[in-house]
């Protein structure tokens, strides 16, 4: 039979783990989700104005509407055209910009996966963990392998965030990359 006082360390250190896996499953998903909103706002905004912004200037400059203002494209002036048209085109500037430099669409797709492989990582530990006894060598070499496993899967999205960040600043890749 297995130590009382082991076991009950080893049951407090896994539910310890699985806490944290859970807690890292919930941050992952959360970033996932509000980097995917904000990339689909962005987007929308630059492809909105993107189409807009074209039209004033030819509506403008063509002077449809300057005779009779009813029948003007968006009812405005040549000149309130104008400047709508020039301020649509900052505002889709700005917007792409913002989607670039902070990439929200790569971050979306690299924090979903990170909650992906944490929750297959837990769904993996809970079915091999039946399979013996609390006190059993394999288990607590099952749950020093998850630990490792999760602490790999932190390392490894790190490792991804900053080598990206990297590349921004370095785009040749070359002489000040941070280690591995």
Request: with cysteine.
């Amino acid at each position: 039979m297995c130590e009382n006082d082991g076991t009950k360390a080893l049951l407090e250190a896994q539910d310890r783990v699985l806490g944290k896996i859970r807690r890292d499953m919930s941050w992952y998903k959360s970033r996932s989700e509000r980097n995917r909103v904000v990339h689909y706002i962005l987007s929308t905004v630059v492809i909105i104005c993107g189409v807009l912004a074209p039209m004033t200037v030819i509506s403008a400059s063509s002077g449809i509407g300057s005779a009779n203002p009813n029948t003007a494209l968006f009812g405005l002036a040549a000149e309130d055209k104008a400047n709508i048209s020039a301020v649509l085109t900052v505002i889709a500037g700005l917007a792409e910009a913002f989607r670039r430099r902070f990439r929200f669409e790569r971050k979306w797709h690299s924090f979903y996966m990170a909650s992906l492989n944490l929750r297959l990582l837990k769904d993996a530990y809970k079915v091999e963990k039946g399979k013996y006894t609390p006190c059993s060598p394999e288990r607590r070499f099952l749950l020093e392998k998850l630990v490792s496993q999760h602490q790999a899967i932190l390392r490894n999205e790190t490792r991804t965030f900053f080598q990206a960040e990297f590349k921004i600043i370095n785009p040749q890749g070359n002489s000040n990359a941070p280690p591995d």
